[in-house]
C-alpha cells in the first residue's frame, strides 16, 4: 500500500515500529492493544538492512522483510504494513501523521527521537506495556537450548 492509499485509513490512526521478526504472542497481544487505542493501525517494519543495523544478534532478522510484512498484514489488528530503511520511521510518522504512535513499555518517551515529531503536529505516544518473559530473543535462546539438548 503506497502512502497515497494510506492517508485515507480511518482515522485516529494508530502508528508503531517494529523487526517484528519470529512473531510470538507477545507481539500479537502488543499489536492487537495498540490497534484498540484507534481506528486504524500501520505498521512500519525495519527493512532487513535497517533491523542488522539495530545489532540484535547474528543472523537476525531470522525472517526476511517480506515475509515478516505478509504475516503481520494477515492479523486483524494491522490496518497496512509499510517498510523503512533508515533507523526510524520518522519519514513515514511525517507522511501520515497519526493521532497516536505506539511503543513498547521497555522504551522511554525521553529516548524516542520519534516522540517530538509526533508531538509536532498534536499526536501523543502510548507505551503499552510488554508480555513478561515473551521475547524473540527469549524464543532465540530456547531453540538454542532446545538443539544443543538434541545434539
Not at 492493544?33 to 539495530?54: E, F, K, P, Y
Amino acid at each position: 500500500m503506497d502512502s497515497q492509499h494510506l492517508i485515507y485509513l480511518p482515522r485516529p490512526m494508530v502508528f508503531t515500529n517494529g523487526v517484528f521478526d519470529l512473531l510470538h504472542a507477545g507481539h500479537v497481544q502488543y499489536l492487537a492493544q495498540a490497534r484498540q487505542l484507534g481506528a486504524s493501525l500501520v505498521v512500519a517494519l525495519n527493512s532487513d538492512t535497517s533491523a542488522r543495523r539495530l545489532g540484535k544478534g547474528p543472523g537476525r532478522p531470522f525472517v526476511c522483510a517480506g515475509e515478516r510484512q505478509a504475516v503481520l498484514a494477515a492479523l486483524t489488528s494491522v490496518s497496512a504494513v509499510v517498510l523503512f530503511d533508515e533507523d526510524t520511521p520518522v519519514r513515514w510518522l511525517r507522511t501520515l501523521k497519526p493521532e497516536i504512535y505506539v511503543k513498547g513499555g521497555d522504551y522511554k518517551l525521553e529516548d524516542l527521537p520519534e516522540a517530538a515529531e509526533v508531538a509536532a503536529w498534536g499526536g501523543r505516544v502510548q507505551l503499552l506495556p510488554l508480555r513478561p518473559g515473551v521475547s524473540t530473543s527469549a524464543l532465540v535462546y530456547r531453540i538454542q537450548c532446545a538443539a544443543e539438548v538434541l545434539q
